[in-house]
């Protein structure tokens, strides 16, 4: 179970706040402390939360928004890790979520400013620990495309470094969670990509007018071809006989719940009873709801409210009963399983680049069910913005594109068009 807890920097700056910072557990090689990048007074943090005066001021009312923005950036982290592979997610991948909440507009192009740059880099990181590898400290007038390639070489091999011992004084303070793993090619991107950013930053402040980057290509992440599972699958699963597993069942409902709406993990769990009007569920995506709130509504098909109907009494005033985003996970493999939802998937190995086939079963978690929703209802009508509209993607959305194949059935169609045009002529 992915856990994280809030605790209070003991540094104090110029406004007399301190940060927030979060740790963050996945398993024992995910274990992560990270930077909120939200701020409060010490006066105002008891017990790992923020104390809200009973009296009406303006500070209430600012300090009842940064509580709901704290509560915000953890639901949104889980539903990250809940989305990722996790063998890709390290510390950088996680501060970079961080970023991309308190920057939505940003998202997926690196961190927007100094503040998260500089979060990732101001504790021993691995640029620090490339200078000391590399025994000299490049300026940032002096950094160029060869020490870009260098370091990029230090982060490819320095899983094979921290087990040398020749170089075992550069991990001397680092905890055995915390040493470096293999990097997958996204995960470096990453790094190199905050690395340029910041000297985008430097360079528009007038620091310098060195650009290493200006010859260097980074590449992009990669992503493999979204994959869901048909209409046919979702009505096995939920027909699956569990009755040896009733808590499994539960959570099997749940998921194929989650199939009909295409909400994200997060949102899943924070929905009530209240949550749904008229046969339609309404709610604010938890991603977006600080800096853009748009409201989503997708009305219940017959399968959702037969679900609704079954839990109704136990969950209230929750609406379902919902169990922990790793337990969810787990559950949902078992299930599929023991539905017999077991066939080969192509996904992309993050680290070597190339397909690579898996068991449905063993890579099916709560993102799955939102692609299905996705994928289901694209091949059905074909229009993104009506399913962003009900998914809680902004219009027009890149990471839109990621949720949906277009697949042979799609393909068929419209060519046949061709056919038709011609045999009208």
Not at 14 to 26: D, T
Not at 281 to 301: A, C, D, F, M, Q
Request: glycine letters at 6%; proline letters at 4%.
């Amino acid at each position: 179970m992915a856990t994280i807890t809030a605790s209070l920097s003991t540094k104090v700056d110029a406004r007399g706040k301190s940060e927030i910072l979060l740790r963050f557990v996945g398993g024992r090689d995910h274990i992560f402390r990270l930077h909120s990048c939200l701020w409060v007074q010490p006066s105002r943090w008891k017990d790992n939360a923020i104390v809200v005066p009973r009296l009406a001021t303006p500070e209430q009312h600012e300090l009842i928004e940064l509580r709901a923005r704290l509560e915000n950036l953890i639901a949104y982290l889980l539903d990250r890790w809940a989305e990722a592979d996790t063998e890709t997610v390290d510390r950088l991948w996680m501060q970079k979520a961080v970023g991309a909440f308190i920057h939505p507009a940003t998202e997926g192009s690196g961190p927007s400013g100094l503040v998260e740059a500089f979060a990732l880099f101001r504790e021993r990181q691995a640029l620090e620990r490339w200078a000391k590898y590399r025994r000299s400290v490049p300026r940032v007038e002096t950094l160029d495309k060869g020490d870009v390639q260098d370091f990029e070489r230090f982060l490819t091999q320095e899983h094979k470094l921290c087990k040398d011992r020749k170089w075992s004084h550069l991990y001397a303070d680092l905890k055995p969670h915390e040493m470096p793993r293999e990097r997958g090619r996204n995960s470096i991107v990453e790094y190199l990509c905050v690395l340029r950013t910041f000297y985008h930053w430097a360079k528009r402040e007038g620091m310098t007018k060195n650009e290493p980057f200006a010859t260097v290509q980074i590449g992009s992440a990669l992503y493999g071809t979204p994959y869901y599972i048909s209409l046919e699958e979702v009505e096995q699963l939920y027909r699956a006989d569990l009755s040896g597993r009733p808590a499994l069942a539960v959570q099997r409902d749940i998921f194929v719940f989650q199939c009909q709406v295409g909400c994200r993990v997060g949102d899943l769990l924070r929905f009530r009873q209240t949550d749904v009007s008229d046969g339609v569920l309404e709610y604010i995506p938890g991603k977006t709801r600080s800096e853009h709130p748009r409201t989503v509504r997708v009305p219940l098909n017959a399968t959702a409210k037969e679900i609704l109907a079954r839990y109704q009494e136990d969950a209230w005033p929750r609406l379902l009963p919902f169990i922990s985003s790793k337990n969810y996970n787990e559950a949902i493999k078992d299930a599929f399983k023991l539905a017999g939802l077991t066939r080969p998937v192509t996904v992309l190995d993050t680290k070597t680049r190339k397909e690579v086939k898996k068991p449905l079963n063993e890579i099916a978690s709560s993102h799955l069910a939102r692609r299905t929703f996705i994928g289901n209802l694209y091949r059905a009508v074909k229009d993104p913005s009506l399913i962003s509209s009900m998914s809680g993607h902004a219009e027009g959305s890149k990471a839109f594109a990621r949720y949906r194949s277009i697949d042979d059935d799609i393909k068929t169609e419209t060519v046949e068009i061709l056919d038709r045009k011609t045999q009208g002529k």
